[in-house]
Protein backbone atom coordinates (compact mmCIF):
# COMPACT_ATOMS: atom_id res chain seq x y z
CA UNK A 1 0.00 0.00 0.00
CA UNK A 2 1.64 3.25 -0.84
CA UNK A 3 0.18 6.14 1.19
CA UNK A 4 1.34 10.17 -0.55
CA UNK A 5 1.63 12.02 2.28
CA UNK A 6 -0.09 15.32 3.11
CA UNK A 7 1.93 18.39 3.45
CA UNK A 8 1.91 18.21 7.60
CA UNK A 9 4.56 15.41 7.11
CA UNK A 10 7.45 17.61 5.87
CA UNK A 11 6.56 19.91 9.09
CA UNK A 12 6.79 17.37 11.40
CA UNK A 13 9.73 15.82 9.78
CA UNK A 14 11.58 19.26 10.11
CA UNK A 15 11.13 19.23 13.68
CA UNK A 16 12.20 15.59 13.66
CA UNK A 17 15.30 16.44 12.20
CA UNK A 18 15.84 19.77 14.22
CA UNK A 19 15.59 17.42 16.93
CA UNK A 20 17.63 14.55 15.84
CA UNK A 21 20.62 16.81 15.10
CA UNK A 22 20.49 18.83 18.31
CA UNK A 23 20.56 15.57 20.14
CA UNK A 24 23.54 14.01 17.94
CA UNK A 25 25.48 17.49 18.48
CA UNK A 26 24.75 16.89 22.04
CA UNK A 27 26.23 13.68 22.07
CA UNK A 28 29.46 14.43 19.88
CA UNK A 29 30.36 17.97 21.12
CA UNK A 30 30.63 16.99 25.21
CA UNK A 31 33.06 15.05 27.29
CA UNK A 32 30.60 15.01 30.04
CA UNK A 33 29.16 12.10 30.64
CA UNK A 34 25.71 13.78 32.07
CA UNK A 35 25.86 15.34 28.97
CA UNK A 36 26.41 12.39 26.52
CA UNK A 37 22.95 11.04 28.14
CA UNK A 38 20.98 13.77 28.05
CA UNK A 39 22.06 13.90 24.41
CA UNK A 40 20.70 10.10 23.97
CA UNK A 41 17.89 11.30 25.50
CA UNK A 42 17.16 13.79 22.93
CA UNK A 43 17.96 11.42 20.49
CA UNK A 44 15.07 9.00 22.00
CA UNK A 45 12.90 12.20 21.85
CA UNK A 46 13.08 12.52 18.11
CA UNK A 47 12.70 9.17 17.72
CA UNK A 48 9.37 8.60 19.96
CA UNK A 49 8.10 12.12 18.11
CA UNK A 50 8.60 10.37 14.51
CA UNK A 51 6.60 7.10 15.60
CA UNK A 52 3.71 9.14 16.70
CA UNK A 53 3.87 11.27 13.68
CA UNK A 54 4.00 8.03 11.75
CA UNK A 55 1.33 6.19 13.42
CA UNK A 56 -1.09 9.73 13.04
CA UNK A 57 -0.36 9.83 9.02
CA UNK A 58 -0.79 6.27 8.22
CA UNK A 59 -3.87 5.92 10.66
CA UNK A 60 -2.40 3.00 12.91
CA UNK A 61 -2.40 5.41 15.80
CA UNK A 62 -2.69 2.29 18.60
CA UNK A 63 0.08 0.46 16.87
CA UNK A 64 2.53 3.28 17.17
CA UNK A 65 1.41 3.86 20.45
CA UNK A 66 2.25 0.17 21.89
CA UNK A 67 5.96 0.85 20.26
CA UNK A 68 6.35 4.22 21.71
CA UNK A 69 5.32 2.47 25.26
CA UNK A 70 7.93 -0.27 24.73
CA UNK A 71 10.52 2.23 23.56
CA UNK A 72 9.66 4.33 26.95
CA UNK A 73 9.91 1.66 29.48
CA UNK A 74 13.57 0.60 27.56
CA UNK A 75 14.77 4.66 27.90
CA UNK A 76 13.80 4.42 31.60
CA UNK A 77 15.72 1.05 32.09
CA UNK A 78 18.76 2.64 29.84
CA UNK A 79 19.04 5.82 31.84
CA UNK A 80 18.57 4.24 35.22
CA UNK A 81 22.06 1.99 34.27
CA UNK A 82 23.57 4.31 32.58
CA UNK A 83 23.27 7.07 35.42
CA UNK A 84 24.62 4.12 37.80
CA UNK A 85 27.30 3.00 35.55
CA UNK A 86 28.53 7.01 35.59
CA UNK A 87 28.12 7.15 39.44
CA UNK A 88 30.08 4.01 39.29
CA UNK A 89 32.89 5.88 37.08
CA UNK A 90 32.63 9.10 39.18
CA UNK A 91 33.45 7.45 42.20
CA UNK A 92 36.60 5.53 41.15
CA UNK A 93 38.29 8.12 38.55
CA UNK A 94 36.49 11.66 40.70
CA UNK A 95 35.53 12.66 37.75
CA UNK A 96 32.46 12.97 34.88
CA UNK A 97 35.39 13.50 32.19
CA UNK A 98 34.77 10.93 29.11
CA UNK A 99 38.63 11.37 28.10
CA UNK A 100 39.40 9.47 31.83
CA UNK A 101 37.93 6.27 30.20
CA UNK A 102 40.82 5.58 28.44
CA UNK A 103 42.80 5.56 31.37
CA UNK A 104 40.75 2.70 33.07
CA UNK A 105 42.31 -1.01 33.27
CA UNK A 106 38.91 -3.10 32.18
CA UNK B 1 1.50 29.41 12.08
CA UNK B 2 -0.50 27.47 13.76
CA UNK B 3 -0.64 26.25 17.38
CA UNK B 4 0.66 23.18 16.51
CA UNK B 5 3.64 24.84 15.13
CA UNK B 6 4.31 27.02 17.91
CA UNK B 7 4.47 23.74 20.63
CA UNK B 8 6.89 22.06 18.00
CA UNK B 9 9.25 25.11 17.97
CA UNK B 10 9.16 25.24 21.79
CA UNK B 11 9.90 21.63 21.92
CA UNK B 12 12.95 22.23 19.44
CA UNK B 13 13.81 25.25 21.83
CA UNK B 14 14.13 23.33 25.33
CA UNK B 15 15.79 20.53 23.56
CA UNK B 16 18.35 23.14 22.34
CA UNK B 17 18.57 24.94 26.23
CA UNK B 18 19.13 21.08 27.67
CA UNK B 19 21.84 20.73 25.09
CA UNK B 20 23.23 24.29 25.09
CA UNK B 21 23.42 25.71 28.81
CA UNK B 22 26.63 25.06 31.22
CA UNK B 23 24.59 24.41 34.11
CA UNK B 24 23.14 20.54 34.42
CA UNK B 25 20.48 20.76 36.80
CA UNK B 26 19.20 23.57 34.44
CA UNK B 27 19.49 21.00 31.18
CA UNK B 28 17.71 18.49 33.35
CA UNK B 29 15.07 21.17 33.33
CA UNK B 30 15.12 22.05 29.74
CA UNK B 31 14.74 17.89 28.94
CA UNK B 32 11.73 17.76 31.49
CA UNK B 33 10.02 21.10 29.23
CA UNK B 34 11.06 19.33 26.08
CA UNK B 35 8.79 15.95 27.42
CA UNK B 36 6.41 17.73 28.19
CA UNK B 37 5.72 19.82 25.14
CA UNK B 38 5.96 16.38 23.36
CA UNK B 39 3.39 15.32 25.93
CA UNK B 40 0.93 18.10 24.47
CA UNK B 41 2.51 17.21 20.55
CA UNK B 42 1.20 13.28 21.48
CA UNK B 43 -1.81 14.10 23.03
CA UNK B 44 -3.07 16.90 19.89
CA UNK B 45 -2.28 13.92 17.56
CA UNK B 46 -4.26 11.08 19.63
CA UNK B 47 -1.77 9.30 21.21
CA UNK B 48 -3.01 10.37 24.63
CA UNK B 49 -1.78 7.05 26.28
CA UNK B 50 1.52 7.43 25.30
CA UNK B 51 1.43 11.49 26.09
CA UNK B 52 0.40 10.50 29.68
CA UNK B 53 3.17 7.99 30.17
CA UNK B 54 5.56 10.34 28.25
CA UNK B 55 4.50 12.95 30.61
CA UNK B 56 4.91 10.71 33.72
CA UNK B 57 8.29 8.73 32.89
CA UNK B 58 10.26 11.07 30.81
CA UNK B 59 9.33 14.49 32.05
CA UNK B 60 8.89 13.23 35.99
CA UNK B 61 10.96 10.11 36.59
CA UNK B 62 14.05 10.59 34.64
CA UNK B 63 14.57 14.01 35.80
CA UNK B 64 14.36 12.96 39.04
CA UNK B 65 17.28 10.28 38.28
CA UNK B 66 19.03 12.95 36.55
CA UNK B 67 19.21 15.32 39.63
CA UNK B 68 19.70 12.71 41.93
CA UNK B 69 22.76 12.06 39.92
CA UNK B 70 24.37 15.85 39.48
CA UNK B 71 23.40 15.42 43.69
CA UNK B 72 25.98 12.74 44.24
CA UNK B 73 28.81 14.52 41.95
CA UNK B 74 30.69 17.14 43.65
CA UNK B 75 30.89 20.95 42.45
CA UNK B 76 33.27 22.08 39.95
CA UNK B 77 35.90 24.58 41.25
CA UNK B 78 34.60 28.35 39.88
CA UNK B 79 37.89 28.64 37.89
CA UNK B 80 37.57 25.47 36.50
CA UNK B 81 33.57 26.10 35.77
CA UNK B 82 34.67 29.41 33.88
CA UNK B 83 37.54 27.41 31.77
CA UNK B 84 34.54 24.56 30.75
CA UNK B 85 31.96 27.63 30.33
CA UNK B 86 34.67 28.85 27.57
CA UNK B 87 35.30 25.20 26.00
CA UNK B 88 31.17 24.77 26.04
CA UNK B 89 30.61 27.70 23.92
CA UNK B 90 33.54 27.21 21.53
CA UNK B 91 31.98 23.59 20.68
CA UNK B 92 28.77 24.74 20.89
CA UNK B 93 27.95 28.46 18.61
CA UNK B 94 27.72 26.67 15.47
CA UNK B 95 24.21 24.43 16.72
CA UNK B 96 21.70 27.29 17.20
CA UNK B 97 22.80 28.38 13.80
CA UNK B 98 22.60 25.11 11.75
CA UNK B 99 19.12 24.29 13.83
CA UNK B 100 18.22 27.72 12.23
CA UNK B 101 19.53 27.24 9.08
CA UNK B 102 18.54 23.21 8.24
CA UNK B 103 14.75 24.23 9.51
CA UNK B 104 14.69 27.51 7.16
CA UNK B 105 16.48 24.96 4.43
CA UNK B 106 14.13 21.93 5.07
CA UNK B 107 10.68 24.26 4.94
CA UNK B 108 11.67 25.57 1.54
CA UNK B 109 11.85 22.13 0.62
CA UNK B 110 8.92 19.93 -0.33
CA UNK B 111 9.91 16.79 -1.10
CA UNK B 112 7.13 14.49 -2.56
CA UNK B 113 6.99 11.20 -0.23
CA UNK B 114 5.56 8.22 -1.03
CA UNK B 115 6.43 5.47 1.54
CA UNK B 116 5.15 1.80 1.06
CA UNK B 117 3.23 0.63 4.37
CA UNK B 118 3.19 -3.43 4.16
CA UNK B 119 0.88 -3.76 7.03
CA UNK B 120 -2.34 -5.24 6.59
CA UNK B 121 -5.92 -4.80 8.56
CA UNK B 122 -7.31 -1.74 10.34
CA UNK B 123 -6.08 -0.43 13.88
CA UNK B 124 -7.65 -1.06 16.59
CA UNK B 125 -7.55 -0.04 20.69
CA UNK B 126 -4.24 0.52 21.99
CA UNK B 127 -5.28 -1.82 24.54
CA UNK B 128 -5.86 -5.03 22.30
CA UNK B 129 -2.70 -3.64 20.40
CA UNK B 130 -0.52 -4.17 23.30
CA UNK B 131 -2.69 -7.44 25.01
CA UNK B 132 -2.62 -9.30 22.01
CA UNK B 133 -0.74 -8.28 18.82
CA UNK B 134 1.94 -7.22 20.87
CA UNK B 135 2.52 -9.92 23.74
CA UNK B 136 6.16 -10.49 22.97
CA UNK B 137 7.00 -6.48 23.64
CA UNK B 138 4.87 -6.65 26.96
CA UNK B 139 7.37 -9.99 27.65
CA UNK B 140 10.75 -8.08 26.50
CA UNK B 141 9.51 -5.13 28.70
CA UNK B 142 8.80 -7.20 31.99
CA UNK B 143 12.33 -8.63 30.93
CA UNK B 144 14.39 -5.19 30.38
CA UNK B 145 12.73 -3.68 33.49
CA UNK B 146 13.96 -6.84 35.55
CA UNK B 147 17.56 -6.42 33.93
CA UNK B 148 17.29 -2.85 34.75
CA UNK B 149 16.44 -3.34 38.49
CA UNK B 150 19.33 -6.45 38.84
CA UNK B 151 22.17 -3.81 37.21
CA UNK B 152 21.09 -0.88 39.10
CA UNK B 153 21.33 -3.34 42.20
CA UNK B 154 24.58 -4.38 41.09
CA UNK B 155 25.66 -0.82 40.06
CA UNK B 156 24.64 0.70 43.61
CA UNK B 157 25.50 -2.32 46.18
CA UNK B 158 28.08 -1.74 48.84
CA UNK B 159 31.41 -3.52 49.26
CA UNK B 160 32.10 -6.29 51.28
CA UNK B 161 34.66 -6.66 53.95
CA UNK B 162 36.85 -8.43 52.00
CA UNK B 163 36.14 -6.02 49.39
CA UNK B 164 34.37 -7.96 46.46
Same mark, same amino acid.
Given at each position: ???? #???? /??????????? #????????????????????????????????????????????????????????????????????? /?????????????????? | ?????????????? *??? *?????????????? *?????????????????????????????????? #???????????? /???????????????????????????????????????????????????????????????????????? #???????????????
Amino acid at each position: MALE #FPHS /FWLYFIFFALL #FVDGLWCMLATRNLLRVLIGLEILMKSVTFFLIVAGYLSGRMALAQAIVITVIVIEVVVVVAAAGIILG /FFRTTDSLNVKNAREMKG | MTIMTIILVLMVMA *ALW *ASMTSILLRATIAL *ALASATLAVVMYSLGATLAAVLELSVCAGLISVV #FVSVISLTQRTP /FKDMLKQRRDRLARYWPLPLVLVAGGVALSFVHAPVRIVLPLPGGDGDVRTVMWTLRQLDLFGQILVLLAGV #FGVLVLFRKEGKDGA
